[in-house]
Each structure stands twice: as C-alpha cells, then as structure tokens.
C-alpha cells in the first residue's frame, strides 16, 4: 500500500483480487445480491504503506496486525477493532463506522503507545538531523467521509500527546 505522488492511495495484494473489491453489490442470475458479512478477521497480518509523496519515498511497515470487523454490511453500523506493532510500539483502536454509504460518519477511540520517533520520522540520508524518543497518543471523536480532505473537515473530539525522552541526534551546531 502507498500514497502515489498525486495523492491516491495504490493497495496491491487484496485478498480475492481488485475485481472482489470493486463492487459491494453484485448480481446472480439478474437478482441484486448485497453484502452482509457478520465477522471478518485478520490475525497477524503485515502493512507497508510507502509515501511517495516525499522525497526520497519512505516506507512505515506495521505488523502483527490483527483487526476484527462486525456487521460489515450497508444497511448496519460496521465496529472496528484494529491493534498492531508500529514503529516499535502499539496502536489500537476501536469504533463504529455508520452504514457503508456515500459519506459515513464514524466514532472512533484510537491509542499509540511508545513509538519510536526516529522510525516515524527518519531522515533522507544518513548524515542529517533526526529526531529521537517515543510517541504516545490518544484520541477520542467523530468524524464524517470517505476521504482525508472531507474527514479533516468534519473531524471532532479531543486527545493527549506525549512525548518522553525527545532530542534531536546529529545537529551540528557549529555548521546550522
């Protein structure tokens, strides 16, 4: 998976193919057929999302990913529960998603323990600056969309960051 140089985001390896995900709603024999799945699960599973969007591209690779997905359905409110490894640390989440619509609101509780600022943020080439220590976050809200620019607009709740053991690596001084 990654962010192409124009924004969208490319998924390659989905299970059953690009023509499985294309469609929510199908037909047999001319009879429309809807989607209504009670439980879908992933144990372990591995993501590498590639920005490309910098320069040079850097990939953030996260793993033991493990998600549950209940009422994956378009008539029914989707609950989400994704928990993974992530740059050295923990991500959690877990929410509803109303009905698989046009624009569907969500309620989502999402919590990063511990991760590595170095992973998330390195630099470009050896030599340069970086920034090193852990990341927590929590956040709880809503939010409303199908895609980042709609979802920023309509995102709402409140959250804490904190960072432990913050400082900036190889920054001479003398040369800056």
Known sequence: MWRSLVGSLVCLAVVGGPAAAASRQGSVGGAAVSLDISVVRIEDGVVIWTDEQISPPRALRVEALDVTLRNLSQTKPLDVDPRAVVAGGTMSA??????????????????????????????????????????SASFQGTGQGLAWPQISRTLTGQGRVKVQEARIERLNILRE
Do not use: C, H, K, Y
């Open 94 to 135: 877990s929410g509803t998603i109303e009905p698989l619509a046009s624009s569907p609101s969500a309620a989502l509780q999402v919590r990063l323990e511990n991760l590595e600022l170095e992973t998330l943020f390195a630099g470009s080439r050896p030599d340069e600056p970086r920034l090193v220590g852990r990341l």
